[in-house]
């Protein structure tokens, strides 16, 4: 009796059907769940994508809108206009903090730190004094943020010079730190300029 046309035994047929199963499982897995995964995981990682690149696009309209506010309130004349002067502008800065603080006791003004980068040059400071009240510290604090070249304010610490029962009456110890900003063009480079940052 030929082995291809004899029949199989029970045993047999259990085996080629399971045989035949994991043949099914391994082709559907390999051309039919595998494909399906890996287009599932690359649809995943372009939603991602678009996810960030929706982040940076809000972030970039959030700043448009603050600038465009900012242009807005400058126009109106809630905020007063700056400038950038060309370097080297220290002493008329220098000049200006001295100003504002002279009717004040105890001041201190140092230039901290000086960096440049491409056309744009920061000029670091910090500033301490003693107001003669609450409302001369503010005073001073409006004039500095007001003053003509463009000055950015940054930590402002208010404290009573003695401990007082109403804050608003009395001496009070102003420290503070600020940066002006100043630009190369129309400036004469000197030795104090600082190579640009990294």
């Known amino acids: 009796m030929s082995v291809l046309t004899r029949d199989f035994t029970k045993k047999e047929k259990v085996l080629i059907v399971i045989l035949s199963l994991i043949i099914l499982g391994a082709v559907y897995y ?27 696009s809000e972030a970039r309209l959030e700043k448009i809108n603050e600038m465009s506010a900012e ?12 400038y950038m002067p060309s370097y080297n502008a220290g002493k008329s800065e220098l000049d200006f903090l001295h100003s504002v603080i002279s009717g004040t006791k105890d001041y201190y003004v140092n230039f901290t730190n000086l960096t440049k980068e491409d056309n744009q040059i920061k000029r670091d400071f910090t500033l301490q004094f003693t107001a003669k009240d609450f409302a001369q510290a503010e005073e001073i604090v409006k004039q500095l943020e007001e003053f003509e070249t463009r000055c950015i304010l940054g930590d402002v610490y208010i404290t009573p010079a003695v401990e007082i029962p ?33």
């Open 166 to 198: 109403n804050f608003k009456s009395g001496n009070v110890v102003v420290s503070l730190t600020g940066t002006f900003y100043e630009t190369m063009i129309g400036g004469t480079p000197d030795k104090e300029l600082p190579a640009d940052s990294e």
């Open 71 to 82: 242009m807005n309130d400058i126009e109106s004349g809630k905020i007063k206009k700056s």
């Open 30 to 56: 390999i051309f039919v769940y595998s494909q399906v995964e890996s287009r599932i995981q690359s649809a995943r990682l372009e939603a991602q994508a678009i996810e960030d690149e929706i982040r940076v």
